[in-house]
């Protein structure tokens, strides 16, 4: 016997009240915005090959058929290509008991064909033959589980603002993979289909499919592009065609030299500045030679050392220091004396303008032996920790020697003259700061290539005395470049710099004639990486030959944003966009327009 409870009726006041907000709740959620609201477009327009979502024009391809051989890498050209496109790639695996059935009953069929032929007096088919090889060698691989079987379906979305753009784009999808000899076709009548198969939804809504081994399958992965990221190194920024981050170790390529090549105002120092920062949280130490007061504010958040190099400061650098040396190896030390003796002959053409006869140049080289020998110091590695000699002991020298009183006439007023202060004294200031700026903003123009060079001189002694992990920064690289002689030193600093696990940073806004320069191409040879950021028109057809551009790449440079570039590291190369930290940007913003 079953007893029933009876139902409760609900009072019709109590079901008025449901019902009344029940229908409140749904004019609330009518009225309300979804997620799916928001993101929705405007309109959709659905067309026999093509949707048009907003402003935006979109067509779907699927591929049907592939070459009898696929390579890796493949589907490259098209991943890397500079225009806008989903890819979906659908992967089904199928049993290998059920598809050997298959492959047995088509190896049949393919050897009764071959006994027809036969009786036939046929002469034979290398298109049957080949496909009979391809079956038995797939059934061998699969029966020793070498490989597996898959279904595989692939399709491309494009997107374009124009239907102009979109025929135009279309042809060049159809190019590059007809190029390869993988056919494809757009998805008339289902261009709705298309579109959702490629969206990240996992629904294949076209289900075309093409049957694919492991190997074959292997060819489709991983979609490569660009990338320079590394378990090691500092965050140089974000990669323009993945949104990958851009992580690198200069120290691990051949050398660790750098070019940083831009018009000014494109970031080309905030980018120095930036890399500058993250260095010093790994240990590096960082010198830089600071034309315009750019790296000041930076020097003081760090807690480095800011020498002003001027006529009237107090910091003073002695152009004839001497590298520290091991005494137990005589080589080396005699192989100091005689590299400083030639830097030496350098900087004293830069001072009388690069004007010296080869006499001139020979008393140059002896009298620059003899001041040495004045104060004690020869090869003895034991004599170079005595004083050495001044710019005004030169000149006494030179003024002893018959046929050298032009060259003393025109070094007198560095050891006597106006400039006597800044070249006639001994080094008063050190390199034992881990960020050390010298600016030589204050410098008369007349004296900027020479300070420079003294500058050069002094840090490259104490690079050859201690080997430890540095960055050498030269700004406005291109004030050198105007003499040969300094523009030699720069270069030579490049080729030998990796021995002495130095990375040298040249930048320079004057690109047309930092180019143009010999050693400027010979200082961009001797750089692993390279930064590439905005260009002037007048410059790019010179940039794109030297780093070998592609069309698209000089249009980019033309077009960047304050920040954005080409990155180069060895043989690789992304388009890159500087970021910076919140208190990074603080430290190393130069804009004038910046609010505080």
């Excluded at 190019?175 to 709705?192: A, D, F, H, Y």
């Excluded at 289909?193 to 075309?208: A, D, V």
């Excluded at 590298?323 to 005589?330: E, F, I, V």
Aim: proline share 3%.
């Amino acid at each position: 016997m079953k007893l029933f409870k009876k139902k409760q009726e609900v009072p019709p006041e109590v079901l008025a009240q449901q019902q009344a907000q029940n229908a409140a709740n749904q004019a609330l959620a009518e009225g309300t915005s979804t997620i799916r609201d928001i993101i929705a477009p405007a309109a959709l327009k659905v067309d026999f090959n093509y949707l048009q979502i907003g402003n935006h024009y979109l067509r779907t391809f699927f591929v049907y058929n592939y070459p009898r051989y696929l390579y890796t890498d493949w589907l490259t050209p098209l991943i890397n290509s500079d225009f806008s496109m989903n890819t979906s790639l659908y992967i089904y695996p199928v049993g290998s008991k059920e598809i050997l059935k298959k492959l047995r009953t088509k190896s049949a069929q393919i050897q009764s064909t071959f006994s027809e032929q036969a009786q036939k007096g046929l002469v034979r088919d290398p298109m049957l033959e080949t496909a009979y090889q391809d079956v038995e060698e797939l059934r061998d691989t699969l029966q020793r589980g070498e490989e597996k079987f898959f279904k595989a379906s692939l399709y491309f979305t494009i997107y374009a603002k124009d239907l102009e753009e979109l025929n135009s784009l279309t042809g060049s999808i159809e190019n590059i993979l007809g190029g390869q000899l993988v056919l494809s076709k757009q998805t008339l009548m289902q261009q709705e289909q298309g579109f959702n198969s490629t969206l990240p939804l996992c629904n294949n809504e076209l289900m075309i499919s093409k049957n694919f081994d492991t190997g074959a399958l292997s060819t489709f992965f991983p979609f490569v592009s660009n990338e320079l990221s590394r378990n090691e190194g500092i965050l140089y920024g974000v990669n323009r065609h993945t949104n990958g981050l851009v992580i690198f170790d200069r120290f691990t390529l051949e050398n660790a030299n750098s070019v940083v090549l831009a018009k000014s105002g494109s970031g080309k120092s905030y980018a120095v500045k930036l890399e500058m920062l993250r260095y010093l949280m790994l240990g590096s130490e960082v010198i830089v030679i600071d034309p315009e007061n750019e790296y000041e504010e930076l020097s003081d958040a760090v807690g480095g050392a800011y020498l002003n190099i001027n006529i009237n400061s107090a910091e003073r650098i002695n152009p004839f220091d001497l590298p520290g040396a091991d005494g137990s190896d005589p080589q080396e030390a005699e192989n100091h004396l005689r590299s400083n003796i030639i830097i030496l002959h350098g900087l004293v053409r830069v001072m009388v303008g690069g004007k010296m006869s080869p006499t001139e140049d020979n008393l140059l080289d002896q009298a620059l032996v003899q001041t040495y020998a004045a104060k004690g110091i020869t090869k003895d590695p034991n004599t170079h920790g005595l004083q050495p000699p001044t710019i005004n002991d030169l000149v006494r020298v030179l003024e002893s020697m018959q046929g050298a009183e032009r060259l003393a006439a025109s070094l007198k007023k560095y050891s006597e003259g106006t400039y006597a202060g800044l070249f006639n004294k001994q080094t008063n200031i050190s390199l034992d700061n881990k960020f050390v700026v010298f600016s030589i903003r204050d410098l008369e123009e007349e004296l900027r290539p020479t300070a420079m060079y003294m500058v050069l001189n002094f840090i490259w002694n104490r690079v050859r005395s201690e080997k430890k992990k540095r960055l050498l920064t030269v700004d406005e690289a291109w004030i050198l470049m105007r003499y040969e002689d300094s523009a030699q030193f720069l270069f030579s600093i490049a080729k030998r710099a990796r021995k002495y696990y130095l990375g040298l940073t040249t930048i320079s806004q004057d690109v047309e004639d930092f180019l143009g320069s010999a050693y400027g191409k010979a200082i961009i040879n001797n750089s692993s990486l390279t930064m590439l950021l905005k260009q002037h028109p007048a410059v790019i057809d010179k940039v794109a030959r030297v780093f070998n551009l592609t069309q698209a790449e000089k249009y980019f440079l033309l077009n960047s944003e304050v920040g954005e570039g080409l990155f180069f590291a060895g043989m690789n190369h992304v388009a890159i966009q500087v970021v910076a930290s919140y208190q990074e940007d603080l430290l190393i913003n130069t804009n004038p327009n910046q609010e505080e």
